[in-house]
């Protein structure tokens, strides 16, 4: 869903505990998505509420400070800060763009791309 209010958008997503809470305590900055055309919307200085999937009266509210596209999460796991984005100090020397490929196909992301979306917790 998009609303814009002014020249900002406000975007919905949905987002699992674990990364929610990540973006929560500020561990996360960077989210991890399909460049569909859902995402291809999303500018810098839009707004992003993310839902947890569990609860769903919990939300958090972000700013988009950057985005960055690739073509593959494989290009994209070697240019950005993997800690920044969901990685622990614990899991960071098993991470793996094949990680991603629980959530988005390999055919949907040779098609649309992916992006990082750079993100500040409101």
Do not use: W
């Not at 100090?89 to 793996?96: F, L, N, R, V, Y």
């Not at 959530?103 to 993100?119: F, H, T």
Request: aromatic share 10%; charged share 30%; proline share 3%.
């Amino acid at each position: 869903m998009e609303v814009k209010i002014d020249n900002m958008k406000h975007h919905l997503m949905n987002l699992t505990p674990s990364p929610f809470n990540m973006i929560k305590n500020g561990t996360k900055t960077i989210e991890l998505r399909l460049y569909d055309d859902k995402r291809r919307k999303i500018q810098t200085g839009d707004r992003i509420k993310f839902v947890n999937t569990e609860k769903n009266d919990e939300t958090l509210e972000v700013e988009v400070i950057d985005l960055f596209v690739f073509d593959s999460f494989k290009t994209l796991y070697t240019e950005l800060p993997l800690l920044e984005c969901g990685y622990t100090e614990k899991d960071i020397g098993t991470a793996s763009p094949n990680d991603m490929d629980l959530y988005y196909s390999k055919e949907k992301q040779q098609k649309y791309g992916v992006v990082g979306i750079k993100i500040a917790l409101l």
